[in-house]
């Protein structure tokens, strides 16, 4: 596997805090998507073998929760909420204004790899719907002209890397 130095120390760390290895399955999914954006095959391979597991041990794990990634996503990660009170409040059209600022479909790259855009169910912030996550930063009431200004900064912050 291809991780930073530090996440490898963490790996190390987070295995000794379960007095069964297995238990440490899910921190140590978490830490290699936050290192290197999805779980990979070969992530999968590399945890069963570093916790004595079988690879399907690993990859039922992976299937089950809906936060875990199989491939890659754009540099930003745009989530927008489709429960209920998002969707009656707008989060539909929310979404579909980011797909159209970035000229993407969700679940897809934008041509210029900057963003992904996806629906996730519930974020907790029901009363103030739509609500939309970018990487780890929520932000509330998104309705269209919202998502346009922080398409905008995206697109702006994209600019300044470059």
Same mark, same amino acid.
């Given at each position: 596997?291809?991780?930073?130095?530090?996440?490898?120390?963490?790996?190390?760390?987070?295995?000794?805090?379960?007095?069964?290895?297995?238990?440490?399955?899910?921190?140590?999914?978490?830490?290699?998507?936050? %290192?290197?954006?999805?779980?990979? !095959?070969?992530?999968?391979?590399?945890?069963?073998?570093?916790? !004595?597991?079988?690879?399907?041990?690993?990859?039922?794990?992976?299937?089950?929760?809906?936060?875990?990634?199989?491939?890659?996503?754009?540099?930003?990660?745009?989530?927008?909420?489709?429960?209920?009170?998002?969707?009656?409040?707008?989060?539909?059209?929310?979404? %579909?204004?980011?797909?159209?600022?970035?000229?993407?479909h969700r679940g897809e790259i934008s041509p210029d790899?900057?963003?992904?855009?996806?629906?996730?169910?519930?974020?907790?912030?029901?009363?103030?719907?739509?609500?939309?996550?970018? %990487? !780890?930063?929520?932000?509330?009431?998104? %309705?269209?002209?919202?998502?346009?200004?922080?398409?905008?900064?995206?697109?702006? !912050?994209?600019?300044?890397?470059?």
């Amino acid at each position: 596997m291809n991780l930073k130095p530090e996440t490898y120390q963490r790996i190390d760390e987070v295995i000794t805090h379960y007095p069964v290895k297995r238990s440490a399955t899910l921190p140590l999914l978490h830490l290699i998507q936050e %290192d290197v954006g999805h779980i990979s !095959e070969e992530a999968i391979t590399w945890i069963a073998q570093k916790l !004595e597991l079988q690879p399907i041990n690993v990859l039922e794990v992976v299937t089950f929760y809906p936060m875990f990634r199989r491939a890659p996503i754009g540099r930003r990660h745009i989530k927008v909420c489709r429960t209920l009170s998002c969707a009656l409040s707008g989060g539909y059209k929310t979404c %579909d204004t980011f797909e159209k600022e970035f000229c993407t479909h969700r679940g897809e790259i934008s041509p210029d790899g900057e963003v992904t855009v996806e629906f996730v169910e519930c974020l907790a912030s029901c009363g103030t719907a739509p609500v939309v996550m970018i %990487d !780890e930063i929520l932000h509330e009431k998104v %309705d269209v002209t919202k998502a346009k200004q922080l398409s905008a900064q995206i697109k702006a !912050e994209a600019a300044a890397r470059k």
